[in-house]
């Protein structure tokens, strides 16, 4: 299958710190990236759509402000969470695919604990 | 929107079959996906059906009925490293988004 890689793997950042999470499609381009969020024991929740060239569509519930989402090349979207406070503390997971219709593949997520 | 129900936990023997439920609503449709998800690990794709019909994968495989809005995922000759959540996710047929269920929790005894 397809590789995605994210960077970093973990990260324990201060509150009211911000944190950068970069996902790469290594082997292919993806136009679209899409963000999701895992708390413990819970399912994914999307986040938002990272779009390659525009502004990144957010689901209901979700701070545009406080999560900077930027797509700025076909193979590299990035995540940055603002003023991050513990209850941001959560499994932060980037897909992407080939194209609309393929299996998408999950980057091997970030862990993000605030303290 | 989708709604997606799948059973929260199931414990099976080593060597057994298991099979995972997975129902949905949906206001659109372009696939449905099953996911292995190990504790503290990203998902890991299993299966993908978009049309009707069993697909296998070795000792893994997946049915999907559209009309009913039902799928399965069966698991044959059970083994401990198959002990995971296994996620049921739709795709719509807009933004091409994955919709997960909550996980099955599936535990594989000796």
């Known amino acids: 299958g397809a590789v995605v890689s994210q960077h970093p793997s973990w990260v324990i950042c201060k509150s009211g710190t911000s944190v950068k999470i970069e996902c790469r499609s290594l082997?292919?381009?993806?136009?679209?990236m899409f963000w999701y969020r895992q708390f413990p024991k819970q399912s994914l929740m999307l986040m938002a759509t990272?779009?390659?060239?525009?502004?990144?569509?957010?689901e209901q519930g979700v701070e545009k402000d406080k999560f900077l989402i930027n797509h700025a090349s076909l193979t590299l979207s990035t995540l940055t969470v603002t003023s991050a406070h513990p209850e941001d503390s959560s499994f932060y997971i980037c897909?992407?695919?080939?194209?609309?219709?393929?299996?998408?593949?999950f980057g091997p997520g970030t862990r993000l604990t605030v303290l | 929107g989708q709604n997606i129900d799948q059973p929260t936990e199931m414990t099976a023997t080593e060597g057994a079959i298991v099979q995972i439920n997975c129902t949905y609503q949906?206001?659109?449709?372009?696939?449905l996906f099953w996911y292995q998800q190990h504790a503290g690990e990203a998902p890991t794709f299993l299966s993908y059906?978009?049309?009707?019909g069993l697909e296998e994968k070795g000792r893994f495989s997946s049915f999907l009925s559209r009309s009913k809005g039902y799928s399965y995922l069966l698991l044959k000759e059970l083994q401990m490293k198959d002990s995971a959540s296994y996620l049921c996710?739709?795709?719509?047929?807009?933004?091409?988004?994955?919709?997960f269920g909550a996980g099955t929790t599936v535990t594989v005894r000796a």
């Open positions: 897909t992407t695919a080939p194209g609309y219709t393929d299996t998408q593949y």
């Open positions: 082997d292919f381009q993806a136009t679209t």
């Open positions: 990272s779009n390659e060239g525009s502004k990144a569509t957010y």
């Open positions: 949906t206001s659109g449709f372009n696939g």
């Open positions: 059906n978009v049309l009707d």
């Open positions: 996710a739709v795709r719509d047929n807009l933004g091409y988004k994955l919709s």
